[in-house]
């Protein structure tokens, strides 16, 4: 498979983002495979074998998950198979409490010595800290771009104001901005977000903003930690799933998604992450398939076709 590579990005901030995602629309969250209860390495390492011979190459990882196994487990299989040059690899960093400059260099330093890579293709703050200056963060981004470390940086759980507070601080000193945002954004609209310190996008006003500056948006749990197909109104027994999701309102979007999910012969997961590609700005949906039958509806996700009129339906009837 042919993927270019990611240039850094400069003070104009996301169009080069762009041309380097837009080939892959759907990311695999490397940590959600190991758990499952039987989950091994073997296995783990087919669906990720099965992902790439379907032409996936985008990999989600975290300095947190799994205590760094997650980080050791990818790089020992991207290592074994000699393809580290054919995938690409999204890395965070600066959880908190180590949400700060220091922090940062640290943990990046250590993802790159367990996963056995001399670079991330793209990098990720994990959190904000608002008591920490944003040109401090994108200095020290700027620094390990510059050394080669990290070829295109963003922000995760991270408000557009202050996105646009550190693009502009970026702009002002000639330096390289964020090229993206991960935020959660679903079809089904939260209550509260599963962890602390995470933020969605899926207000009104944080749609048109990346509407308007048309900032890529890599969605976590783009599926909405599988409500359309596991959410029961008399099922409470996922007490994160009740809390986060469960309401009239997005029992009546799932309602909605199951007619063109029997359409188009796919999962409503697959309509709901359909529903997110389909936005007026740069999308990429990250899931955690943890078997092949989920990792095949992922991408049947990429192939659905939904017009705006569907899009605006799916969401308020």
């Not at 796919?266 to 999308?283: K, R």
């Amino acid at each position: 498979m042919s993927i270019p590579s990611f240039p850094p990005t400069g003070p104009r901030g996301t169009t080069t983002a762009c041309a380097a995602l837009e080939r892959w629309r759907t990311v695999v969250g490397v940590c959600y495979p190991f758990e499952r209860d039987n989950a091994t390495i073997p296995t783990v390492s087919a669906l990720f074998d099965h992902y790439v011979t379907l032409d996936g190459s985008v990999f989600d990882t975290a300095h947190l998950y799994l205590g760094g196994q997650a980080e050791r487990r990818l790089g020992r299989w991207i290592a074994n198979r000699g393809i580290r040059d054919d995938v690409v690899v999204i890395g965070k960093g600066a959880h908190t409490p180590d949400c700060d400059p220091d922090g940062l260099t640290r943990q990046l330093l250590e993802s790159l010595e367990r996963q056995g890579t001399g670079h991330l293709d793209v990098y990720l703050l994990h959190r904000d800290n608002e008591d920490i200056p944003v040109g401090e963060f994108v200095d020290v981004l700027n620094q390990h771009a510059d050394a080669g470390l990290v070829r295109i940086f963003g922000g995760s759980n991270w408000s557009i104001r202050r996105v646009d507070e550190a693009n502009a601080w970026a702009r002002a000193n000639g330096k390289r901005g964020f090229s993206l945002l991960s935020n959660y954004f679903g079809l089904a609209e939260p209550n509260e977000l599963p962890w602390p310190g995470c933020l969605d996008a899926c207000d009104a006003e944080s749609i048109r903003w990346l509407t308007e500056r048309q900032l890529p948006l890599l969605a976590w749990s783009a599926r909405s930690c599988s409500f359309f197909t596991r959410a029961d109104p008399s099922d409470r027994t996922d007490a994160t799933l009740v809390r986060c999701f469960y309401g009239p309102e997005n029992f009546e979007r799932k309602q909605r998604a199951e007619k063109p999910a029997r359409d188009y012969g796919v999962s409503p997961s697959a309509i709901a992450m359909g529903y997110f590609l389909h936005q007026p700005f740069p999308t990429f949906a990250r899931y955690g398939p943890k078997t092949l039958e989920e990792l095949r509806a992922g991408f049947r996700a990429g192939e659905i076709h939904l017009s705006a009129e569907q899009v605006a339906w799916l969401r308020g009837g």
